[in-house]
């Protein structure tokens, strides 16, 4: 009889010890994770970074984003993961409350903060850490809140930028089927080119037969027939053009004499001036669609720099 009590009396305590076990890894893991504000990427107009004792603020522009105060146009892309990375900010778990901030990246030296702004009033921040493990996740933590949370997505690489990787480095872009004739100068020589516009090349083309020589896509202003994948490649080349950087405390006004140009007729004129090639083997250039001289790299420019007689065939 006592060893049938003494077995109940230890079945008691296995089942409270398992009950206890059960509240404390409870007690662990369930807690109500803060609820940040839900934004709309539409609705954010103004976002500032801060890291490092630096200030990035990003303007929305009617349907672009400003640099500011300096004015200067951002990069749509990078400004638009951004946003995302707002829009889409998600706590997944809690992962310290000891107010120990090192080991997550998230100390004043180290966190990069993040404002974002709707209607003029500040909706949301919170200070990015370094990536979890699994780079799925990043260590955040919010305004006025102590503890250390893991948020989804590695959203630090997405904050982790400054101004010259931000900037919009697109210094040309038209549509190429507007174009509808272009000039290259190089050194003493020009050339005019002018596209045969679709009448002409439909009335040169005789289905009988009878016409032997059809209208040539381009020619000179001379009536030479031009080279037509040349006078395409470098049209191609310069419709979606992207410098390499910008020159800093220099305007376009500095620039005089340049050693090439192109000239484009599309829905207005479009020109590009590419100047003497610096020691650091890059073009400055200038364009009509920047407002800042900037930097091509030596590769992309000597592709761009046809002479005008490599238009021409039989001219080299």
Same mark, same amino acid.
């Given at each position: 009889?006592?060893?049938?009590?003494?077995?109940?009396?230890?079945?008691?305590?296995?089942?409270?010890?398992?009950?206890?076990?059960?509240?404390?890894?409870?007690?662990?893991?369930?807690?109500?994770?803060?609820e940040p504000e839900q934004l709309e990427k539409a609705t954010v107009?103004r976002i500032v970074i801060s890291h490092g004792g630096t200030v990035?603020?990003?303007?929305?522009?009617?349907?672009?984003?400003?640099?500011? &105060?300096?004015?200067?146009?951002?990069?749509?892309?990078?400004?638009?993961?951004?946003?995302?990375?707002?829009?889409?900010?998600?706590?997944?778990?809690?992962?310290?409350?000891?107010?120990?901030?090192? &080991?997550?990246?998230?100390?004043?030296?180290?966190?990069?903060?993040?404002?974002?702004?709707?209607?003029?009033?500040?909706?949301?921040?919170?200070?990015?850490?370094?990536?979890?493990?699994?780079?799925?996740?990043?260590?955040?933590?919010?305004?006025?809140? &102590?503890?250390?949370?893991?948020?989804?997505?590695?959203?630090?690489?997405?904050?982790?930028?400054?101004? /010259?990787?931000?900037?919009?480095?697109?210094?040309?872009?038209?549509?190429?089927?507007?174009?509808?004739?272009?000039?290259?100068?190089? /050194?003493?020589?020009?050339?005019?080119?002018?596209?045969?516009?679709?009448?002409?090349?439909?009335?040169?083309?005789?289905?009988? /037969?009878?016409?032997?020589? &059809?209208?040539?896509?381009?020619?000179? #202003?001379? /009536?030479?027939?031009?080279?037509?994948?040349? #006078?395409?490649?470098?049209?191609?080349?310069?419709?979606?053009?992207?410098?390499?950087?910008?020159?800093?405390?220099?305007?376009?006004?500095?620039?005089?004499?340049?050693?090439?140009?192109?000239?484009?007729?599309?829905?207005?004129?479009?020109?590009?001036?590419?100047?003497?090639?610096?020691?650091?083997?890059?073009?400055?250039?200038?364009?009509?669609?920047?407002?800042?001289?900037?930097?091509?790299?030596?590769w992309n420019t000597k592709q761009i720099m046809q002479k005008p007689?490599?238009?021409?065939?039989?001219?080299?």
């Amino acid at each position: 009889m006592r060893v049938k009590k003494e077995v109940v009396i230890l079945a008691v305590i296995i089942v409270a010890f398992s009950v206890y076990l059960v509240l404390r890894n409870t007690d662990k893991t369930h807690y109500e994770l803060p609820e940040p504000e839900q934004l709309e990427k539409a609705t954010v107009n103004r976002i500032v970074i801060s890291h490092g004792g630096t200030v990035i603020t990003l303007q929305r522009d009617d349907d672009r984003w400003l640099l500011q &105060p300096q004015g200067y146009q951002a990069d749509g892309n990078s400004v638009d993961k951004m946003l995302d990375a707002i829009a889409g900010f998600t706590l997944m778990s809690l992962v310290s409350e000891s107010g120990n901030y090192s &080991p997550y990246d998230l100390t004043d030296e180290t966190k990069i903060r993040v404002e974002a702004f709707s209607e003029g009033e500040k909706a949301l921040r919170f200070d990015v850490g370094k990536a979890a493990s699994t780079y799925r996740h990043t260590f955040v933590s919010l305004e006025d809140d &102590p503890g250390v949370y893991q948020a989804r997505e590695n959203i630090r690489k997405v904050f982790e930028t400054d101004v /010259g990787k931000l900037r919009d480095r697109t210094v040309l872009s038209f549509s190429k089927d507007s174009v509808a004739g272009f000039t290259v100068t190089s /050194g003493a020589d020009t050339l005019v080119l002018n596209k045969t516009d679709e009448l002409a090349l439909a009335l040169s083309e005789d289905s009988t /037969g009878t016409q032997e020589t &059809p209208a040539p896509p381009w020619t000179a #202003a001379d /009536g030479r027939p031009a080279d037509e994948k040349v #006078a395409v490649r470098l049209i191609n080349r310069l419709s979606s053009l992207r410098c390499d950087d910008y020159i800093e405390g220099a305007s376009k006004e500095d620039f005089t004499d340049p050693i090439y140009t192109v000239t484009l007729s599309a829905d207005g004129t479009i020109f590009l001036y590419i100047f003497e090639q610096r020691e650091d083997k890059k073009y400055p250039a200038v364009s009509s669609q920047n407002d800042y001289p900037f930097l091509l790299p030596e590769w992309n420019t000597k592709q761009i720099m046809q002479k005008p007689a490599d238009f021409i065939p039989g001219e080299n």
